[in-house]
């Protein structure tokens, strides 16, 4: 059975790549990834979530790439990087670093963002040495650190074990999503975003996440049940803002709130009223206002060369007649 395709027209379309590269991570595993904008410019670095792909970051890539150069890669299994022989946590920063590397020159920095398991990627990185070299910022977009399942509301049930287990046994299923019908579009709504989310963006949701392939996503919802991050968010240093929405099922508010306090250097909490889990797709302009916040503030303004050669700083280049 094919998969859906993404789609090609608007906004929530996947934008041409500057430039595809293949990278190789630690274990072998290899993963695309799309440069986006003019080289030089400031760095952007996106890690999509569970289920996704690099399409998700359509409306940011857009709007960034005209003043910022935006990295984009596909978690290994998504989109078009081939299912690997590991799953987990470890995997999750090898082949962030891995791209990291690939994609910047030595020293240089990056703002880099993860929505849902791409934040989660940005904690497993964070005490890497690739990472501490690459890293400026961080922006952690509707994720959490631990406790994932137990704490999840897409079933409505109250907490508990049974609560835990139904929640598992859903997200867990390895039954194939199947064609974007009406009725998949409605359940993916009800599960993953706010309520009043516009259908071009509920239908372009659903054609990224169903076109996961089926396997991959059982391997990683079993990842994401036992997830542990807490120590690892202690390592997360460079100053990183939240953002959340206030009707996530996935990963409630709770989360976001609880990761802005515990942070070492939390650059602030956003609480997008009414949204759900897609925070990228469903309140776009908020997240790249972040974003470009985070590089406007923590990426050092490069200098532009002279037409003899001499090297000028923005600031310098205003005061010019």
């Known amino acids: 059975m094919s998969r859906p395709a993404h789609v090609t027209t608007g906004r929530y379309a996947p934008p041409a790549p500057a430039r595809v590269l293949e990278v190789t991570s630690a274990d072998g595993a290899r993963l695309h990834a799309e440069v986006h904008g003019a080289e030089g410019a400031p760095a952007v670095v996106l890690a999509h979530g569970w289920t996704c792909s690099t399409a998700f970051w359509a409306a940011q890539i857009r709007d960034l790439a005209q003043d910022h150069r935006v990295v984009a890669y596909d978690q290994r299994g998504h989109g078009r990087s081939p299912a690997a022989r590991a799953y987990g946590t470890d995997a999750l920063a090898d082949d962030l670093v891995a791209v990291l590397k690939a994609t910047l020159a030595p020293g240089e920095r990056a703002v880099v963002a993860g929505h849902s398991m791409g934040g989660m990627t940005v904690m497993a990185a964070a005490g890497r040495p690739e990472f501490a070299e690459h890293a400026a910022a961080a922006l952690l977009c509707s994720t959490g650190s631990s406790r994932l399942v137990a704490e999840a509301t897409v079933l409505p049930l109250r907490p508990g074990r049974l609560r835990t287990r139904a929640t598992h046994a859903v997200l867990g299923s390895r039954a194939p999503l199947g064609p974007v019908t009406p009725l998949a579009r409605s359940v993916l709504k009800y599960a993953t975003m706010g309520p009043g989310s516009a259908p071009d963006r509920v239908e372009a949701c659903a054609r990224i996440v169903h076109g996961c392939p089926t396997g991959v996503r059982h391997a990683w919802s079993r990842v994401l049940a036992g997830l542990d991050l807490d120590a690892e968010l202690a390592r997360l240093t460079v100053p990183t803002a939240v953002i959340g929405g206030t009707d996530d099922r996935l990963t409630p508010i709770a989360h976001a709130r609880a990761l802005a ?25 908020a997240v790249t206002a972040a974003l470009r916040a985070l590089t406007a503030e923590h990426l050092p303004v490069r200098p532009a060369a002279t037409a003899d050669g001499a090297a000028v700083t923005e600031a310098e280049k205003e005061k010019t007649p």
Request: hydrophobic letters at 40%; one cysteine or more; charged letters at 10%.
């Open 261 to 285: 306090a515990a942070l070492p250097h939390c650059a602030g909490l956003t609480e997008l009223t009414g949204a759900g889990h897609m925070t990228p797709v469903e309140a776009p302009e």
